[in-house]
């Protein structure tokens, strides 16, 4: 077996927490997951790696995860799609997302983390999003997510 040297020093094992404010992000290589929540239900979905694209807080690396076991789980992760595919966040943007998207290969497999390919189409772009910090159950800080919106030029 070949000997491998990793060093621990030069990846982050904490999540920075940001700021309430709007950030610039870009949109990382999505990978699907499942789990089980604290309640022992099935959780499942899309995340995406996230990075702070402008300002002080440039080049900070956050994770968005985009539930599926539910219809209001799929309503907010379709919020983020919206925008990252680039339309604004109105009735009239979502009825041109899923004109444009009805069909599309929307499939994801966690047994090896994959996802089709509508899933891959914001990979690169960038996107709004407007952040919050709340509490968790434990008592711990947590990133929240309020909205999300196409860059527009």
């Keep these: 077996m070949p000997r491998y040297t990793p ?35 099935d959780s499942y979905g899309i995340r995406y790696p996230l990075v702070v694209a402008e300002g002080k807080k440039k080049g900070t ?38 004109s444009n998207t009805a069909g599309s290969d929307w499939g994801f497999d966690t047994d090896v983390g994959s996802v089709g390919e509508a899933w891959k189409v914001p990979v690169g772009k960038r996107i709004i999003g407007s952040l919050d910090v709340g509490i968790s159950e434990t008592g711990e800080q947590q990133q929240q997510f309020k909205k999300w919106r196409a860059l527009t030029a």
Excluded: C, H, W
């Design 7 to 41: 060093d621990p020093s030069k990846v982050s094992a904490s999540i920075e927490i940001l700021e309430k404010d709007d950030y610039e992000f870009t949109i990382g290589d999505p990978k699907s997951f499942f789990r089980k929540n604290r309640n022992q239900q």
């Design 61 to 98: 690396k956050i994770f968005i995860s985009l539930y599926q076991q539910s219809e209001g789980a799929q309503a907010m992760a379709k919020q983020f799609m919206i925008a990252a595919y680039g339309y604004p966040s109105t009735r009239e943007g979502e009825k041109d997302f899923d």
